[in-house]
């Protein structure tokens, strides 16, 4: 069975600064690994996806995740930070084979000015 | 394409009585799922289907709880009677199993209020 962690339910950065959300997830099978984000009062939207080919994977407004099979994450980055990007993420992980992807409880991304 | 449409965005209803949430997934894409988010419990999984056949339906609460899917483009999730235990917002999602392109698209959702 598939389990996705995602460190911290909760992370603040100020204006400006790096943002890391940490996403590991287990799979007894490569994986397909995708990153969403929800903003309040909506659904979830697709950030980014890996699949396979290259590890660092670039997705929409500046994140970006590298999967690194040795560690088994798949950690999501942005170089700044901006106030629009306030939202909750989600890391989801779709064994090969499957067709049910696993969500992790979600990180709350907080910026301040 | 205008995505995944649920209806209704919002439902407040008394305890006791029935409440039917509607889906209609992207034209095309053969799996839906029936998701619930609560502040307690997170994203889980209520029920899966692919092209229109019930697959996995291990995470429905109890028999209070049923889900329908009678054609590609069409599904609903009912819950009878409701309890106010089943305050939540409802997501529907689909997909396009088969291919690399197997991201879920989800819809607005359904904020359920049971009173």
């Known amino acids: 069975a598939q389990s996705v962690t995602q460190l911290g339910s909760h992370v603040s950065v100020s204006e400006g600064a790096l943002v890391l959300l940490r996403c590991n997830y287990s799979s007894s099978v490569p994986p397909y690994l995708f990153w969403y984000v929800q903003y309040p009062n909506q659904g979830l939207q697709l950030l980014l996806k890996y699949t396979t080919g290259a590890t660092l994977v670039k997705g929409i407004n500046g994140f970006e995740a590298e999967f690194k099979k040795s560690e088994t994450s798949f950690h999501l980055t942005k170089p700044s930070a901006h106030m629009s990007d306030a939202a909750e993420y989600f890391c989801a992980v779709l064994p090969g084979g499957s067709y049910i992807p696993t969500f992790g409880r979600g990180t709350s991304l907080i910026v301040h000015p | 394409d205008a995505g995944v449409i649920q209806s209704p965005r919002h439902e407040v209803t008394e305890m006791g009585q029935e409440v039917t949430l509607r889906c209609k997934p992207i034209?095309?894409?053969?799996?839906l799922f029936w998701y619930r988010q609560t502040m307690m419990r997170g994203l889980e999984l209520l029920i899966y289907?692919?092209?229109?056949?019930?697959?996995?339906d291990s995470g429905m609460p109890e028999d209070r709880f049923s889900a329908k899917m009678p054609n590609a483009s069409f599904s609903t999730l009912k819950i009878q009677p409701s309890e106010p235990r089943d305050s939540a917002v409802y997501f529907c999602a689909s997909s396009a199993t088969g291919d690399a392109n197997t991201e879920a698209f989800f819809g607005q959702g359904t904020r359920l209020t049971v009173v």
């Open positions: 289907f692919n092209n229109n056949v019930p697959i996995d």
């Open positions: 034209s095309g894409h053969n799996s």
